[in-house]
């Protein structure tokens, strides 16, 4: 990989923005930001745009046409990574809904395989499921949804040490704790999510190692006055993360904004779109579990009205959070960016444009749509 000079661009590290400063990637890594350029550089003229971090989505279902349960393959994730990145997300988990066994078998193998070929854009599979609760399954099939056994156990414990990130959505009903302590000591992220537990046993199992929520708010115990729920133990504990549908279907925006300024750190919310094979498509519809999901007006939902997934892309999202909740731009940046690298411990190589992070980075128009998107310091074609 040649050296590049990205000019001409006002730079947002994931901090603060530089002026009069160029973008120097080196060996599909930010090498610095700084007014010397290098004389062996290929500049790249960014003819007056805004340089950002990356997007890093958590919660990928499927796109452009693809479910990943439909197309638990790498040639199915590869179909995914490219239609999101139109749309500036740079890595991503492509994330099986609750499936049988063989499919969820299927979305392991096809998840090494993308890893072992370093495809651009990977970053690691979410196992939504299938040990959640089937008194808050959502769009997952009840029929599907089942306890943690020992060879579900082995399995995502050889995946993580095998072929490298690893998230999964459990229910606390569905899991014990002693069970969550082997997952984290061997390094799966544990997300709590579809659940209907008490807030006291979700701090416990936060205690276990479980370091993430997920789609605050949906498909979880609410915060009430006497039982905070999963919702109050989030935005209470310091150390968890949450991700966030930000499509104003999901979460009423006056419900978001009370979220975002009651959490503490160092544990954030997060942005994720949860989105299903429509992005980046005309499609009306598709099919989960044999089940029919209908598109209109934004959302995507069951027969019966009940959301199932999110027909949303992650600019869409951060442009939400900006425009419709006020927060300032680069605010609404770093929660599509470095907010879900450090819920994922990854924010030492990647969620910012500071030097050693990997070089994934999008153009911004001064109107806030999307001129190019570079991965791994390759612009996408």
């Known amino acids: 990989m040649s050296i590049k000079a990205i000019t001409g661009g006002r730079i947002f590290d994931g901090d603060v923005w530089h002026d009069g400063k160029s973008l120097i990637v080196d060996g599909g890594k930010i090498a610095a930001v700084t007014s010397e350029i290098p004389a062996s550089a290929e500049r790249v003229d960014a003819d007056g745009a805004l340089i950002i971090p990356g997007f890093i989505d958590l919660q990928v279902n499927g796109g452009g046409g693809a479910m990943f349960n439909d197309q638990p393959t790498p040639d199915g994730i590869k179909r995914i990574i490219r239609a999101h990145a139109k749309f500036g997300t740079t890595k991503l988990l492509p994330t099986l809904i ?91 992220t544990v997300s709590l999510g579809h659940t209907d537990t008490t807030c006291a046993n979700a701090l416990d199992y936060f205690a276990a190692g479980a370091r993430m929520v997920t789609h605050l708010f949906n498909a979880m115990s609410p915060l009430s006055h006497r039982e905070p729920g999963l919702v109050g133990a989030a935005l209470h504990s310091q150390s968890a993360f949450a991700g966030m549908i930000a499509d104003g279907f999901h979460i009423d925006p006056v419900s978001m904004g009370v979220a ?6 160092p544990g954030k919310i997060f942005i994720v779109t949860d989105a299903m094979s429509t992005i980046g498509t005309d499609e009306t519809g598709l099919m989960l579990n044999g089940r029919q999901v209908f598109r209109e007006g934004g959302r995507l939902t069951l027969a019966d009205g009940t959301l199932a997934g999110a027909d949303i892309d992650m ?67």
Not at 168 to 178: C, F, I, K, R, W
Not at 260 to 265: C, D, T
Not at 356 to 373: K, N, T
């Open 98 to 188: 609750t499936d049988n066994r063989e499919i969820t078998a299927e979305a392991r193998k096809a998840g090494r395989e993308a890893a072992a070929r370093n495809m651009p854009g990977f970053l690691g599979i979410h196992l939504e499921g299938p040990h959640l609760s089937v008194s808050r399954k959502g769009a997952h099939d009840p029929k599907l949804i089942r306890p943690m056994e020992t060879a579900d156990l082995d399995a995502l414990r050889a995946y993580r040490k095998e072929a490298g990130l690893l998230l999964t959505t459990l229910a606390p009903e569905s899991v014990s704790l002693d069970q969550v302590r082997a997952l984290a000591a061997t390094g799966v």
């Open 260 to 265: 975002l300024r009651a959490k503490s750190g």
């Open 315 to 381: 600019l869409s999202s951060v442009l939400f959070v900006h425009r419709a909740l006020g927060y300032p731009l680069e605010e609404a940046i770093r929660m599509a960016s470095l907010y879900p690298a450090e819920a994922m411990g990854l924010a030492d190589t990647h969620g910012s444009l500071r030097p050693g992070r990997v070089a994934d980075f999008i153009l911004l128009e001064p109107s806030l749509s999307i001129r190019s998107v570079f991965i791994d310091g390759e612009e996408l074609g």
